[in-house]
């Protein structure tokens, strides 16, 4: 089994799962502080829609003769 976490951790893990239910709802400061603390950005919908990939395509490319 992985290891325990102390008391400590539990409750900074709880604090952060509530500030992004927060966050995710609209509240600034529950953002803002992810941000600050954590270095955590929440990207809206429109914001993620905008959103470029360059990523190479996969797939089957035709085969070289040697």
Known sequence: MGDTWSVNQEEEE?????LFRKARK???HAAQ????TYG???WSEKERATLV??????????ARKS
């Open 26 to 28: 609209g509240d600034a």
């Open 33 to 36: 502080e992810l941000q600050n």
């Open 14 to 18: 709880l604090h952060r799962q509530t």
């Open 53 to 62: 990939y360059d990523t190479p395509k996969r797939g089957k490319g035709k």
């Open 40 to 42: 955590v950005r929440l």
